[in-house]
């Protein structure tokens, strides 16, 4: 039984990576792929280690988070040092290090191991985790599916009933070429016949947070939601008079790059899971404050639809040219 290894940073794994990882493991019997981080770097390490753990379930995959030199200037003493975190974490011999880095060469002759390049001109597949870094958007494609999310945009349309949440959150995805998360609230509340109640909000935030997130690796470097949890609480202060923490809890925790609030200058159109005809302005203004305490980047859409349409596409297509939100 053969035994490979392969180390990186994977900041983040891409495409390059995953054609090593694949190359490694059939040549390989077994094989072992160390994630090593730094505390300092910008991608979370653990982050790094839980991507690669679900693209290679078949190999072992170990997180070393020695704060090791990353150069030989660095310290007079890197290939022993690295030799000795390697063999510490690794724990049994290692017959194979593949590489698509000249390093490779000189970390194999550490480990008493052959040294198998990997694609070393890159004309199998050129990128570079720095580009992506740079410009993921732009580089979205030879991303894996698991770490599309951390890169991917999030927009949220949001605003008081029949405004035109639903067809926007659709014509958006189709005209992006990528996916809309639906309001989780009216699946549940239809299927109670429109009732709703206190006990209902934390399942409505729970349950839309959970459709979000269940979508999010199929987005196309941007996916859309119809409405998201903060807009659970708006309806909860309003009904009920109260926000369990439960519900601020959920809405807390998600982020997105813009919201596209819907203003009410369109006419009410009556269904069973729609609520306050006679106060949407009053929603309106509280959605409004809502989004202002939350931070969020805005933007209000008013008019016809096809004016919404083409306001909300110009708004999007602005803010995946921005820096991301903090």
């Given at each position: 039984m053969s035994h490979g290894l392969l180390l990186g940073k994977f900041m983040p794994p891409h495409a390059?990576?995953?054609?090593?990882?694949?190359?490694?493991?059939?040549?390989?019997s077994e094989l072992t792929i160390v994630v090593g981080t730094l505390a300092r770097e910008p991608i979370p390490g653990a982050l790094r280690f839980q991507w690669m753990r679900r693209l290679?379930?078949?190999?072992?995959?170990?997180?070393?988070e020695d704060e090791n030199p990353q150069d030989p200037s660095e310290h007079p003493d890197f290939w022993n040092i690295w030799r000795e975190s390697l063999q510490r974490i690794v724990g049994r011999p290692v017959d194979y290090v593949f590489a698509s880095e000249p390093y490779g060469a000189r970390l194999a002759a550490e480990l008493s191991a052959k040294f198998i390049p990997v694609d070393l001109e890159r004309t199998a597949l050129s990128v570079s985790g720095t580009a992506i870094r740079a410009d993921p958007l732009a580089h979205f494609d030879l991303l894996p599916p698991p770490v599309r999310p951390y890169f991917a945009r999030r927009v949220s349309i949001f605003g008081p009933e029949s405004t035109g949440k639903s067809t926007l959150a659709r014509n958006l995805a189709e005209h992006f070429r990528t996916?809309?998360?639906?309001?989780?609230?009216?699946?549940?509340?239809?299927?109670?016949?429109?009732e709703v109640a206190p006990e209902d909000m934390p399942i409505i935030a729970r349950g839309q947070a959970a459709a979000e997130d269940a979508l999010a690796e199929e987005a196309?470097?941007?996916?859309?939601?119809?409405?998201?949890?903060?807009?659970?609480?708006?309806?909860?202060?309003?009904?009920?008079?109260?926000?369990?923490?439960?519900?601020?809890?959920?809405?807390?925790?998600?982020?997105?790059?813009?919201t596209l609030l819907l203003d009410v200058d369109v006419p009410w159109v009556p269904d069973l899971v729609r609520y306050l005809p006679d106060d949407r302005r009053g929603f309106f203004l509280r959605c409004q404050a809502a989004l202002e305490t939350a931070g969020r980047r805005t933007q209000v859409l008013r008019g016809s639809f096809e004016a919404r349409t083409h306001a909300a596409i110009e708004a999007v297509e602005a803010m995946l040219t921005m820096p991301r939100v903090p």
């Open positions: 390059g990576h995953v054609y090593l990882a694949n190359f490694a493991s059939r040549f390989a290679f379930p078949h190999a072992r995959v170990l997180h070393l996916v809309h998360v639906p309001e989780f609230a009216r699946t549940w509340l239809t299927q109670r016949g429109g196309n470097r941007v996916g859309f939601t119809d409405t998201d949890p903060l807009a659970t609480c708006v309806w909860s202060e309003t009904l009920f008079g109260a926000v369990a923490p439960e519900v601020r809890s959920v809405a807390d925790a998600r982020t997105y790059d813009l």
